[in-house]
Nanobody
């Protein structure tokens, strides 16, 4: 059974930092690209960042470039999202996702590119 479990969300003041983690099981982690998406009520799920299966390439949405960094630790079957300089507009439920594709990160920015999803973790940024 495939499981993706996010953690690290919470309440933080604007300008603060959080690190999200997503630990996987039931997949061969180092054959999967990983992504982070976010969603607020009433809106579509939005791409945040992706990292290729090898970790060689990463990409981020323009709205988070320079503030968020995605990384992976294959020994721990875990992908991370380091979020710095948080803004109130970053408030959302954050989801991690896995895609069994051997593509550069910039080619896997759509939700339909991903096979497996976590349950989400809430991030709230207060002004």
């Amino acid at each position: 059974q495939v499981q993706l479990v996010e953690s690290g969300g919470g309440l933080v003041q604007a300008g603060g930092s959080l690190r999200l983690s997503c630990t996987t099981s039931g997949i061969i982690f180092n054959t999967h690209a990983m992504g982070w998406f976010r969603q607020v009520p009433g809106k579509e799920r939005e791409f945040v960042a992706a990292i290729s299966w090898s970790g060689a390439t990463t990409t981020q949405a323009d709205s988070v470039k320079g503030r968020f960094t995605i990384s992976r630790d294959d020994a721990k079957n875990t992908v991370y999202l380091q979020m710095n300089s948080l803004k109130p507009e970053d408030t959302a439920v954050y989801y991690c996702a896995a895609a069994q594709v051997a593509l550069r990160a910039e080619y896997i920015t759509g939700a339909s590119d991903y096979n497996y999803w976590g349950q989400g973790t809430q991030v709230t940024v207060s002004s």
